[in-house]
């Protein structure tokens, strides 16, 4: 098991399998907030679903409507069950925020390295750290 430590967004204990990209995410036009598909056509997970997933990112880019589609996504019950990001901007704070999911940034080491799509990953925000069981 390998374990990150790092600094709360916001608070909570979830866990659940990785969705990992290195690319930044669009909110506006980058998802499709009704189903929880990423559409955006040159993204490297496009057409992959982050329901239900702990969303791993280097953040989010394009405007503040990264909330509004993010938020969507949690009333249509098909958002992100974590969310674990490099990069701090307003955009993905408050999309961490609409969600209400826990999300942690700031890490001692890169989660874009250590951690894969399919992991198990363990997010505790209110202790600040995760856990990650890798695959089999």
Not at 18 to 30: E, N, R
Not at 82 to 92: A, H, P, Q, S
Request: aromatic share 6%; with cysteine; glycine share 14%.
């Amino acid at each position: 098991m390998i374990k990150l430590t790092g600094r709360k967004v916001v608070g909570g204990v979830i866990e659940g399998e990785a969705l990992v990209t290195s690319q930044t995410i669009s909110g506006w036009g980058g998802v499709n907030p009704m189903k929880g598909i990423i559409t955006e056509t040159r993204h490297e997970l496009c057409g992959q679903s982050f329901k239900d997933k702990i969303l791993i990112c280097r953040g989010a880019k394009g405007s503040s409507g990264w909330s509004v589609a993010f938020h969507l996504a949690r009333l249509a019950g098909v958002a992100p069950k974590g969310l674990i990001f490099n990069e701090m901007t307003t955009k993905i704070a408050l999309g961490a925020v609409v969600m209400r999911i826990p999300a942690m940034t700031g890490f001692d080491q890169d989660p874009l390295v250590v951690i894969k799509t399919g992991d198990w990953v363990r997010l505790n925000a209110d202790e600040g750290y995760v856990e990650i069981i890798t695959k089999a």
